[in-house]
């Protein structure tokens, strides 16, 4: 399910679904659709779309934080931060199958988080593409959260190529990577980068 790059289409670089549907075409196996500052009804259209370019390149779409826009658009799953509501409940509105993400900060919250199918771990490194409120990690912490986690870990923030092979020494199944990879000239490019790791 989780294997290297994954994949975020941020709103904030641009249209969504061109920028998933360029990083699914370069390789990338999951992606997210991440658009915290557009309408349920954007969102959904873009999820609508966005899926099926997906799907044709045997990607999976996961939206971030909006169940209800998961379960409306078809979505491979979503994936929730501390804030965005309990598992369980995502696990019944979602079809059998869906795919279960939630954001981790400490150790603490992934060994609370264990009914996920996945977590995301960070900041790794510092960033400026999201407040999460915490400082960074770093690679220490990132392994002890790998060390107790039964489910994959996706490391997330400020991951570039240069410190990509520390990231996967830890044992991270995963790297969420933005804006190495949204502000690159070539996105495919950088994408592809990412994944031959």
């Known amino acids: ?6 994949g975020i289409a941020d709103a904030a670089w641009g249209d969504p679904v061109e920028l998933g549907s360029r990083l699914a075409a370069a390789g990338c196996r999951i992606v997210q659709l991440r658009a915290k500052s557009l309408s349920d009804d954007t969102l ?6 966005l899926r099926p370019r997906l799907h044709a390149h045997g990607a ?5 934080d909006r169940v209800h826009i998961a379960v409306a658009c078809g ?3 979503v994936h929730l931060g501390q804030d965005d509501g309990r598992l369980d409940a995502a696990r019944r509105a979602l079809p059998a199958g869906a795919i279960i993400g939630r954001s981790t900060h400490t150790v603490q919250q992934v ?14 490194f510092m960033t400026a593409t999201k407040d999460t ?32 092979q520390a990231v996967r020494e830890t044992g991270a199944q995963g790297w969420a990577v933005i804006s190495a990879i949204l502000d690159a000239g070539d996105l495919e490019r950088a994408a592809r980068a990412f994944i031959s790791g």
């Open 111 to 124: 060994e609370d988080a264990q009914d996920a199918d996945y977590l995301g771990f960070g900041p790794v």
């Open 75 to 77: 979505a491979d799953g």
């Open 1 to 6: 399910m989780i294997d290297g790059l994954y």
């Open 133 to 164: 409120g915490y400082a960074d990690r770093g690679l220490s912490a990132l392994a002890e959260a790998v060390a107790v986690s039964q489910i994959p870990i996706v490391a997330i923030g400020g991951i570039n190529l240069a410190r990509l």
């Open 60 to 64: 999976r779409l996961i939206v971030n």
């Open 44 to 49: 959904l259209a873009a999820g609508r779309a």
